[in-house]
Structure formats: C-alpha cells, structure tokens
C-alpha cells in the first residue's frame, strides 16, 4: 500500500506542475481542428458522448514462472445518460477478455463483467467530475477471476484546458461472499493519465494502472506511454493509439516487464 501511496503523491505533484503553466496558455485563441476537440474529448473517460473504445494489451513473463504470455482485449463503453436539465449519469461497462500461452498450452478467460458509474453535473467547460455505484459480478468459474461479487463506488476528474486532458479515475471494491477460490474482489484501482493533443489531432498519452489487493497485500502498476491520430471517417471521428507498457511493479503472477498497447476508439456525435 505504500507504494501505491508513492505513485499516487507523484502523479498529483506532475499535474500541479503542469497546470502551473496553463494560465498563460489560455488567454491564446484556440487553433484546433474538429478532429483535434473530437481527440481530445476521446482522451476523457467522463465526457458526454457516446465513445466505443477497444484495447489491445500483450503482457509477457506472466505467472509463477515468468513462462505465460497473454494477449488481452477489452471493449469499455462510454455511455452519457440525460437525467434532467442539470444531471446526467455516465455508465461505463468493461469487458475484458485474455487470451494466454503458456508452453503451447492456451487458455481463455471472461474476466468478470465489471460497471463504472458516474453522476456528474449536466455542463461542464474544463473541470468534469463524477462518483457513483460501482459493481463487480463474480465470474463465471475460478480461472476467470474473482467468485465474490464486488461493490464499491468509482470516481473521477479531468481537467480539459485547450489540447490538453488531465485526470482520472478511481474504482474501490469491497468483495461479498466467501468464495476466494479466484481470487479477492477487494481491491482499489486508480488510472491516471495525460494527454497532449496537437491542433491537427495527433494525441501522445502517458497513463497508469495501479492495483491494489487488499487481501494479498499485492500493488501492480503498468505504465503506458501511447500516440496515434484521430481522423474522420463515415461521418464519424476514429482515434487510434499504440505505444509500449512497462510494469513498473510486479507481484508473482502479474506481467513482468515490457509489452505492448493498441487502441481504437469510435466517437458517436452527440
């Protein structure tokens, strides 16, 4: 736990440093293009638009002997639900499945199905915050993970001055049930992230991912350090991303160093 308390004091005191400069950046008139804004709101996890991202992950050296390597895809919508004149709800669903290779044996999981939600204020220029419910179900068997069913709250801020979005998000569960057999749903998740988006709609992304598990006492962390560009296609805005990870912190079942990232997002107009 105090190494996720380390990272966590690292990354506020690097958004202290960065908004210390952005008083001066915004009194300039804004030269973004429509795919610029469509990239940049894409990097905010609370934004009010329908988004449809899909990630690829490859994680090496997995496992109590370093010999399992998986590949990892997730589809994590952003939802915005109207919920009044000065309210709206933003559901966000993330499915995860892996993929993985250990001495040319394969498995596959269904990692537990797992829902984000944030109610936050209606309108919003630079400054986006929300909390809300957040639910685990168990799954399906003890290989795919978690058998208890986790309930918590999840949370998250962005700051979007122009170009730029700084922030993110924070899931807390508190498993329920018996069933450890997969492992425990109690644990913390924090994503922080910056991005940097050009006025002709390339974004470069370096993101976090810490974990901790309360009941192993275990915190991983997986930095990621991404770019790619943002186009229009069909009458709608694609973002594409890839970069390199790296687990800055490991446990004996986690991915050990680097790996490698690939993102596609869909922006539904509003």
Known sequence: ???????????????????SGFAFAQTSVSKMTEAAKAAQNIQNKLYPQIQLPFTYNYNQKMGANNGSQQDQFELNPIIPIALGNDLQLILNPM???????????????????????????????????GIGPYLQLPATNANNGSMQTGIGVSAGAFFMPDNWVIGGVLYQSWGVGNNLSGGSATLINFQPSISYTTDNAWTYTFSSQLNYNYTASETTNQLTLSGGKTIKMFGHHFQFQIGPTYMVTTNSTSAKGFGGYFGLTMLLPK
Do not use: E
């Open 1 to 19: 736990m105090m190494i996720f308390h380390f990272f966590l004091r690292i990354y506020f005191l690097l958004i202290l440093l960065v908004l």
């Open 95 to 129: 499915l995860t499945y892996n993929h993985n290779l250990n001495d040319q044996q394969m498995t596959n999981q269904n990692q537990p199905l797992q829902l984000a939600t944030f109610f936050m204020p209606s309108y919003a220029k630079y400054w986006y915050g």
